[in-house]
């Protein structure tokens, strides 16, 4: 099976600080994406990667970076944290688009508060 | 813009009963995959059933099947013999053959099943 895991459950930080968000895959997937999901609002798109040391944007990237420096991992980075992102953050993976479209494998997810 | 939308947010159902989920979506292509995701309370996101845009025959797993009406782009979900273990948040999406495998989401339906 598919494990995509993520650094934590539960994340407390203070407005102003820098905040890692970490994700690993087993499955030697190319292609990592991260997510912010909020009531209402189903999921958004920050950023995927489909390649070590490639991103994309997604979405919403204001206020995120990514860091993909080895093939199972893929960072979020909120710079400089603020209340509005506080939110659930789900970290999914995927095998290549071709020869076919698969499923994308989520983690667990981090609900993230900024004080 | 690509959309995906879930018009009923909540939607109960009694335990052994059907219920159907509905979703639509707004795209310019022939050719996409589009997804149901059940995320259970405080639990991963797992894929409940996937369909090829190409392909006429409804997808089915187990007591999950939809109906996938093309030209109407909706994407319905039907759940028979509901159980508890159904209730959760459902996300409808899609996805484009050359997006890197990015992913379209709805905002969700929360399903509750009634004992």
């Known amino acids: 099976d598919v494990k995509v895991t993520q650094s934590s459950r539960y994340l407390v930080k203070r407005t102003g600080e820098k905040v890692f968000l970490e994700c690993v895959q087993d499955?030697?997937?190319?292609?990592m994406f991260w997510y912010r999901q909020d009531p209402g609002l189903g999921l958004r798109l920050i950023y995927f990667s489909y390649d070590v040391k490639m991103k994309e944007k997604g979405d919403i990237p204001e206020g995120y970076s990514v860091s993909r420096e080895k093939k199972e991992r893929f960072s979020l980075i909120l710079e400089s944290a603020s209340t509005n992102q506080t939110s659930m953050y789900l970290c999914?993976?995927?095998?290549?688009?071709?020869?076919?479209?698969?499923?994308?494998?989520f983690g667990p997810g981090t609900r993230l508060t900024v004080l | 813009a690509q959309t995906v939308t879930q018009s009923q947010p909540e939607m109960s159902v009694q335990e052994a009963e059907t219920v159907t989920l509905s979703c639509t979506y707004d795209t310019s292509e022939s050719d996409y995959y589009l997804f149901w995701y059940k995320q259970p309370p405080s639990r991963q996101m797992i894929l409940v059933i996937r369909?090829?845009?190409?392909?006429?025959q409804n997808a089915t797993e187990n007591r999950f099947s939809v109906n996938f009406q093309k030209a109407a782009k909706s994407f319905s979900l039907k759940i028979s013999d509901s159980q508890l273990g159904d209730a959760a948040m459902y996300f409808c999406?899609?996805?484009?053959?050359?997006?890197?495998?990015?992913?379209?989401f709805g905002t969700g339906t929360s399903l509750t099943v009634i004992p």
């Open positions: 999406a899609y996805s484009l053959p050359n997006t890197g495998n990015q992913f379209y």
């Open positions: 369909q090829e845009a190409y392909k006429q």
């Open positions: 999914a993976s995927s095998p290549p688009l071709y020869p076919y479209t698969d499923t994308q494998y």
């Open positions: 499955m030697d997937h190319e292609n």
